[in-house]
């Protein structure tokens, strides 16, 4: 069974940097997992952040970008806003069983 | 504005059957690529199953394969999931979420709608 794993939780300061991944237990992701991140606030629908490794939606702040980091899908937030304090989740693609696996989550906290 | 409304959840017993609904709106919903997504409470996202555009081509997480079905009905707007002998570990909230052009991508969901299986 395929594995997506994420940091369990971070906190960052306002204002701060903080870098989240996702890793695959079948090795290391590249832009042919086509990572999407999305942000969960408690009692809210996932909202979408990134597509395919470091693309923008029409209302991701700037301040959020992605990449692949060390065999990872990455996450930056740079310049962290309260509102930024939530759940984040990636999102793989495994072409050979045209699935998708999300990771387990990373609970950002603002402090 | 797109739109997605899922309809269909309820309190229902282990090994029953239920279908969900999502209603599509604001977008050509024959373009594109729609996807279910649950959470079980307390719990992360869980994929569960995409269908192509045309209804062609349906693909599920292996724990949910061969009891529950995606369809739709594109002449409707509308996306199904036909859910079989259902499990307690199958409460969860399901959204409907929407692809996009661009291969991989997913933006918009739907507020979700609870479903409960429990004697």
């Known amino acids: 069974q395929t594995v997506v794993t994420q940091e369990p939780s971070l906190t960052v300061s306002p204002g701060g940097t903080v870098t989240l991944t996702c890793a695959s237990s079948?090795?290391?992701?590249?832009?042919?997992?086509?990572p999407n991140w999305f942000q969960q606030k408690p009692g809210q629908a996932p909202r979408a952040l990134i597509y395919?490794?470091?693309n923008k939606h029409s209302w991701t702040p700037a301040r959020f970008s992605g990449s692949l980091l060390g065999g990872k899908a990455a996450l930056t937030l740079s310049g962290v806003q309260p509102e930024d304090e939530a759940e984040y989740y990636c999102?793989?693609?495994?072409?050979?069983?045209?699935?998708?696996?999300f990771g387990t989550g990373t609970k950002v906290t603002v402090l | 504005e797109v739109q997605l409304v899922e309809s269909g959840g309820v309190v229902v017993q282990p090994g029953g059957s239920l279908r969900l609904s999502c209603a599509a709106s604001?977008?050509?919903?024959?373009?594109?690529?729609m996807h279910w997504v649950r959470q079980a409470p307390g719990k992360g996202l869980e994929w569960v199953s995409l269908?192509?555009?045309?209804?062609?081509?349906?693909y599920y997480a292996d724990s949910v394969k061969g009891r529950f079905t995606i369809s739709r009905d594109n002449s409707k707007n509308s996306l199904y999931l036909q859910m079989n002998s259902l499990r307690t570990e199958d409460t969860a909230l399901y959204y409907c979420?929407?692809?996009?052009?661009?291969?991989?991508?997913?933006?918009?969901w739907g507020q979700g709608t609870l479903v409960t299986v429990s004697s």
């Open positions: 269908i192509s555009w045309d209804g062609g081509s349906t």
């Open positions: 604001g977008f050509t919903f024959d373009d594109y690529t």
């Open positions: 395919s490794t470091s």
């Open positions: 979420a929407k692809g996009m052009i661009t291969f991989g991508g997913v933006d918009y």
């Open positions: 079948t090795g290391a992701v590249t832009s042919g997992y086509y």
């Open positions: 999102l793989l693609y495994y072409g050979g069983a045209q699935l998708r696996v």
